[in-house]
């Protein structure tokens, strides 16, 4: 008789969280052609942002970097402010400036390494989430020509940087998890340090690793929690030591960021998340593209819950960013929300583009899917194109730097330029010493208040944007695209202030236009000086109509509208 034996087969064993995301796929996984399809994208990206970047000049926060590269390295590591807010960033700048002899176009060339770095770190981590080289390549693609990351692409702030870094602190984290040795954690603990000195909004990248790391631990509670931890003292011993290096870089100044985030960053917590749909509008550039994006990410999620099973992390690595930001009590306004949250974007279209990958196969047969693919992909950047247009028109119709060589070859003696806030800022650049020479209106008013009946000692050239049709003006204009330079001359402060305000007068024709709010409050402050037989009340009126059609001072949060409205000539 026969011996037989009855076997049994084990019960499948279940896979952990981060077991559902393919750790072991590399950029290497790629074929030769998708190689070579990945470098085109990055060509043309570097095409394209050079493009963008020659004949700009720097504009808005850039202008803050270029003030702290003119101070001492020990001046920009012990102090904190709104522009001073990436210190490790601005430093590594003003080495640049030193090694290219000049603060110019050469300034831009680590934005831009790091925004075409962004593209293939971009093309790994939905390599890793997705499993699938097509969808990955089409989110390289969609990384390549988003508007938002285009912009800040060729800006001298620190935000490419804080993308690309936070992408590679994600690689590299998987990296670890497939092969748990020291060196790996090493690396890890070494991109951590960079991210987190580039901006401290890194940070949230690194509570999206440890995120991971604690749903990895709860997720093995049945199969050996005790063992991963031990196992993983790979990394987070290296990241202790990265803390405490984190730490000291910052710790001189933490008492200056505790007062800025008190006094332009913070409210009381939880604050609102209802900013998130103008962010997300502010990241596709277009109502249209904005529409088109939000139906695949709805698609992704969905391919999350159905197949990918990994996705549902990303997931959580977009929606944590903003929770922390909320329970922080962080209330800024939109613009600001966007640069905090701009290293969950590439997570956001790897999500996209897992959605256009599931609509292609579900929606046709296999030979047509990857057609499909590309097809609808390439439909969402032509919903882009006219933003990525506007930013090169923008280039154009502002020509601050033909201007400021105007007003510098017909400046002479005690003459001054008169901006708002904004337009100063951004001229300030092209003048060695910009405190002499670009005065706020109030500024000019109270310098010459006191001597309204001497001789003028100097003309002012006022720079505004353009005015528009205003016919009967009889003061000197000049125009360079929307920037406009008027001249108002007198033989005395006060029959200057009166030709200024006449012209003003004819300037604005009492309209309401968001370029005439500084406008209306000047004449308001003339009236003191210059009487027009109006009240400073019935300009001010005016003024805060004008306010009222700009969109940037619908969104400032309650706490900062009294700090906002302190800026007079915006």
């Given at each position: ?68 590269l003119k101070e001492s390295p020990g001046y920009i590591l012990t102090h904190f402010s709104t522009w001073l807010s990436m210190n490790y960033f601005i430093l590594l700048e003003k080495g640049i400036a030193w090694l290219g002899g000049g603060k110019d176009w050469r300034l831009t060339l680590l934005p831009m390494a790091a925004a075409i770095a962004i593209i293939p770190l971009t093309a790994s981590v939905a390599l890793k989430f997705t499993g699938s080289r097509r969808t990955a390549l089409i989110a390289a693609g969609l990384v390549a020509f988003n508007p938002y990351l285009v912009m800040w692409g060729v ?416």
């Amino acid at each position: 008789m026969s011996d037989f034996r009855l076997v049994v087969d084990a019960p499948p064993r279940r896979r952990t969280l981060l077991q559902l995301v393919h750790s072991e796929l590399t950029l290497r996984s790629f074929s030769p052609g998708q190689r070579f399809a990945l470098g085109v994208l990055c060509v043309a990206a570097l095409v394209l942002r050079l493009a963008l970047q020659h004949g700009r000049v720097f504009i808005g926060d850039e202008i803050g970097t270029l003030r702290y590269l003119k101070e001492s390295p020990g001046y920009i590591l012990t102090h904190f402010s709104t522009w001073l807010s990436m210190n490790y960033f601005i430093l590594l700048e003003k080495g640049i400036a030193w090694l290219g002899g000049g603060k110019d176009w050469r300034l831009t060339l680590l934005p831009m390494a790091a925004a075409i770095a962004i593209i293939p770190l971009t093309a790994s981590v939905a390599l890793k989430f997705t499993g699938s080289r097509r969808t990955a390549l089409i989110a390289a693609g969609l990384v390549a020509f988003n508007p938002y990351l285009v912009m800040w692409g060729v800006m001298i702030r620190a935000y490419s940087l804080l993308v690309a870094l936070s992408l590679l602190a994600i690689n590299e984290f998987f990296g670890w998890y497939q092969n748990q040795g020291w060196r790996r954690g090493i690396r890890v603990a070494g991109t951590v340090l960079l991210l987190v000195l580039t901006h401290l909004n890194g940070l949230y990248t690194v509570a999206f690793i440890l995120l991971l790391m604690a749903a990895e631990s709860v997720s093995r509670k049945d199969s050996g929690w005790r063992r991963f931890i031990w196992q993983s003292r790979t990394l987070w011993a290296p990241l202790a030591v990265t803390a405490i290096l984190i730490l000291a870089a910052y710790w001189q100044l933490l008492p200056d960021i505790a007062k800025v985030n008190r006094e332009w960053g913070t409210d009381t917590p939880p604050t609102s998340l209802g900013y998130l749909p103008q962010v997300f509008l502010a990241y596709m550039g277009t109502a249209h593209a904005a529409i088109l994006c939000l139906l695949f990410l709805i698609a992704g999620c969905w391919s999350a819950l159905r197949e990918k099973r990994g996705l549902l992390l990303l997931c959580g690595g977009v929606v944590l960013s903003p929770l922390l930001m909320s329970l922080q009590g962080v209330s800024v306004n939109t613009a600001a929300y966007a640069r905090y949250l701009i290293s969950s974007l590439p997570l956001i279209l790897i999500l996209a583009s897992e959605g256009i990958d599931w609509f292609a196969r579900f929606a046709w047969a296999r030979r047509w899917q990857a057609i499909t693919s590309w097809i609808v992909a390439a439909l969402l950047i032509l919903c882009w194109t006219p933003n990525i247009r506007a930013q090169f028109v923008a280039k154009s119709q502002w020509p601050y730097a033909k201007a400021a060589r105007f007003l510098r070859s017909q400046m002479r003696g005690d003459d001054v330029i008169v901006a708002g806030w904004s337009v100063g800022f951004t001229l300030s650049q092209f003048f060695k010493y910009p405190e002499k020479r670009i005065l706020l209106p109030n500024q000019y008013i109270k310098k010459v208040s006191k001597r309204l009946d001497d001789p003028t000692q100097g003309r002012v050239f006022y720079v505004t944007g353009s005015s528009g049709a205003a016919p009967g003006r009889k003061a000197t204009v000049w125009h360079f695209g929307q920037v406009e330079v008027t001249l108002y001359e007198g033989n005395t402060p006060r029959a200057l202030l009166e030709q200024w305000r006449d012209d003003l007068l004819l300037r604005t024709g009492e309209r309401v236009w968001a370029p005439f709010e500084g406008d209306y409050q000047l004449l308001a402050l003339l009236e003191q000086w210059a009487p027009s037989g109006r009240s400073a009340d019935h300009w001010r009126a005016l003024a805060e109509q004008c306010r009222a059609q700009r969109p940037s001072a619908r969104d400032v949060p309650r706490h900062l509208e009294k700090a906002t409205r302190a800026v007079i000539f915006p």
